[in-house]
């Protein structure tokens, strides 16, 4: 029974720090889009750049 107060405040600390956290995405339907838009466009740039290096490599190889 010692521990009794020492639970009560590990419990009420975790209940504030989850109540702090950000629960869900407060970004709208079109806002969500957009941004996984760019991060599209930037993921084939940056997969058209690696092969484009990997196309001069195999080239300068040979």
Request: proline content about 0%; cysteine-free.
């Amino acid at each position: 029974m010692a521990r009794g107060n020492q639970r009560e405040k590990a419990r009420e600390k975790n209940l504030k720090a989850q109540s702090a956290q950000k629960s869900k995405n407060a970004k709208s339907g079109t806002e969500m889009q957009r941004d996984k838009e760019a991060v599209a466009e930037m993921m084939r740039k940056k997969q058209a750049a690696a092969d484009a290096k990997r196309a001069a490599a195999a080239a300068g190889g040979k």
